[in-house]
T-cell receptor
């Protein structure tokens, strides 16, 4: 299917565990982004990537790691999950910067 | 500083009424993009429009229209003849240097 997909859609984990959220896009967009959405904070950029092997920090990068070995994939890893990382995570992609299209989101609960 | 302000936290109208959602932005950049997104109760973020700072033409797409005015740094969104399915949170966003600055969103409630 064309578009941008995220997996898993829902995840429950425990404090201290490592969690990886996957993002895959089929458009070959250069830019990819990870956002988190929390009540009272709106959408905040975690990391973004301008191309394969090029990543950069956003507004709230602490506690997260990203990689982009292939243009179509942009996984986000929480190295040691904390309760404050409970959120909805959105991946997005764009051909020219600025997030054009979003994935369906991953709801993460850290207990 | 770059900023997007959506002063209307929540708007409630009766179906078939027209409604305008306001968006005011601040930026020192001469080249930038403005966006509108819709987030229905199901939670996904739906891209509605992207507007280049050099293109001040208004745009109409069905019942949706956008009014971009650089002189007042505004990019307002109007829904004509609103429908219950338009109920959602609408976000305005500003892009510069590959990052999006988001407004807080306006919750639109369309009553049948």
């Amino acid at each position: 299917d064309a578009g941008i997909t995220q997996s898993p859609r829902y995840k429950i984990t425990e404090t201290g565990r490592q969690v990886t959220l996957m993002c895959h896009q089929t458009w070959s967009h250069s830019y990819m982004f990870w956002y988190r959405q929390d009540l009272g904070h709106g959408l905040r950029l975690i990391y973004y990537s301008a191309a394969a092997d090029i990543t950069d920090k956003g507004e709230v990068p602490d506690g997260y790691v990203v990689s982009r070995s292939k243009t179509e994939n942009f996984p986000l890893t929480l190295e040691s999950a904390t309760r404050s990382q409970t959120s909805v995570y959105f991946c997005a992609s764009s051909e020219s910067g600025g997030a054009g299209y979003f994935g369906p989101g991953t709801r993460l609960l850290v207990l | 500083a770059q900023k997007v302000t959506q002063a209307q936290t929540e708007i409630s109208v009766v179906e078939k009424e027209d409604v305008t959602l306001d968006c005011v932005y601040e930026t020192r950049d001469t080249t930038y993009y403005l966006f509108w997104y819709k987030q229905p109760p199901s939670g996904e973020l739906v891209f509605l429009i992207r507007r280049n700072s050099f293109d001040e033409q208004n745009e109409i797409s069905g019942r949706y229209s956008w009014n971009f005015q650089k002189s007042t740094s505004s990019f307002n969104f109007t829904i004509t003849a609103s429908q219950v399915v338009d109920s959602a949170v609408y976000f305005c966003a500003l892009n510069s240097n590959y990052q999006l600055i988001w407004g807080a969103g306006t919750k639109l409630i369309i009553k049948p």
